[in-house]
């Protein structure tokens, strides 16, 4: 076949040949020839066959799920295939106006995406233990209308963002049993699985999942690099299908360039060597967790309530005797240098409300503790007046 079809690039005008890159440990690595081609130029929209294949073992290895052909889609970022998903599923299940079970508080940057498909906000609370499933049983069986009932689920199991806290195996379990009883697909969006600090990483829904209900969010932003900008959805093939569909129609593909940087350090690890990369992620950020709780006991007890997280990166503080943390944090707290986020943010209809949530991510421990300390300034003045 002589094809006169395709509309590729001719890689012979391509200024790149090969890419070498060094690892802090300073370990080399090279990316062959072969390789950098394959990535320079347009490539399937699902991602690089070998780095799908990769990501596939570790999903089999990692979860375990209880069907074999699942599919996976790389993205550019989850936040990507998260858009490109519930893109989807507002298309295929739910129509303007229809109900979608989000859990409260939310993602930020799922609410900004989600706000503009005009569809309506079903809270269902959030404790210590994540989710909560007796609200969830609640909102359902009490839904006045089988036929509007929602369809869809979109929740941060581990280490949620803001709250910090994650969803115990016990009511993992029990919200699977709901959805499949409702009917319900579970977004599971989870960039902190990995950043789990307790001993064992609690099991995912994917990896329950007897019925393909699952849509499994993953990122390596918080563990390889955020830049890289590689996050992937796996789940039952229709479902994969269609936000193929929809990368082929948006952007192509995610970069080859940035899949190619990423799968040959992952191909070089295998899946032990991430394995115990993530982990010593993980560790890195127990310790800071641990130099927050330690300034947040000393400087804001008496003055603010917080669960300590278990995975991620965040804390979620109630302000005590404070009704509405908004004014403070955007103002005041600017004012003394501090910056947090204030909760009001985080719900998915609007409220009043005393939380705000900070990052122990970046800081320094001496910054952590002068910044909570702050906080604790601004409480004390806020209650003054
Ligand atoms: N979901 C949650 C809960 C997040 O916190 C983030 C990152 N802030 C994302 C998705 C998006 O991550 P990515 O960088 O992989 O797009």
Redesign the pocket.
């Known amino acids: 076949m002589i094809s006169l079809g395709g509309g590729n690039p001719n890689p012979g005008t391509f200024p790149y040949r090969s890419m070498t890159f060094t690892l802090q440990t300073g370990e080399v690595i090279e990316v062959s020839e072969a390789d950098m081609q394959k990535a320079l130029q347009y490539s399937p929209t699902n991602g690089l066959p070998d780095f799908v294949a990769w990501l596939k073992s570790l999903q089999i290895t990692e979860h375990k799920p209880p069907y074999e052909n699942f599919e996976l889609c790389v993205g550019n970022?989850?936040?990507?295939v998260?858009t490109k998903a519930c893109e989807t599923a507002f298309e295929m299940l739910i129509a303007e106006g229809d109900y979608l079970l989000i859990e409260s508080p939310a993602?930020v940057?799922?609410l900004a995406f989600l706000k503009p498909l005009s569809c309506q906000f079903v809270e269902v609370a959030t404790d210590a233990e994540g989710l909560n499933p007796d609200v969830l049983e609640n909102v359902l069986a009490t839904w006045p209308d089988a036929s509007t009932r929602p369809k869809v689920l979109y929740t941060?199991p581990i280490g949620g963002?803001p709250t910090g806290t994650s969803t115990t195996l016990e009511r993992k379990k029990r919200i699977y049993e709901i959805a499949k009883r409702y009917d319900i697909i579970i977004l599971e969006?989870d960039?902190?699985y990995y950043l789990q600090f307790g001993a064992t990483r609690t099991a995912s829904y994917f990896s329950m999942d007897v019925d393909r209900r699952v849509l499994r969010?993953d990122?390596?932003?918080k563990i390889l690099s955020?830049g890289v900008?590689i996050?992937w959805v796996t789940g039952p093939a229709p479902l994969i299908e269609r936000i193929v569909l929809h990368g082929q129609t948006t952007n192509l593909h995610p970069s080859g360039v940035s899949q190619i940087l990423v799968y040959s350090l992952l191909k070089r690890w295998d899946i032990g060597g991430f394995i115990s990369h993530a982990d010593s992620v993980a560790r890195f950020y127990a310790t800071k967790r641990d130099v927050f709780l330690e300034s947040a006991n000393r400087h804001l007890t008496g003055l603010a309530k917080w669960t300590p997280p278990d995975a991620g990166m965040f804390f979620w503080i109630e302000l005590l005797r404070i009704a509405d943390s908004s004014d403070l944090i955007k103002t005041k707290a600017m004012e003394k240098k501090v910056l947090l986020v204030p909760g009001f943010e985080f719900f998915p209809n609007p409220r009043k409300t005393p939380y705000v949530r900070a990052s122990f991510s970046t800081a320094t421990p001496q910054e952590i503790d002068e910044a909570v300390s702050r906080l604790a300034e601004l409480v004390k003045e806020a209650r003054a007046v």
């Open positions: 970022g989850s936040q990507d998260l993602y940057g799922s941060v963002n969006d960039p902190y969010f990122s390596l932003s955020a900008r996050g």
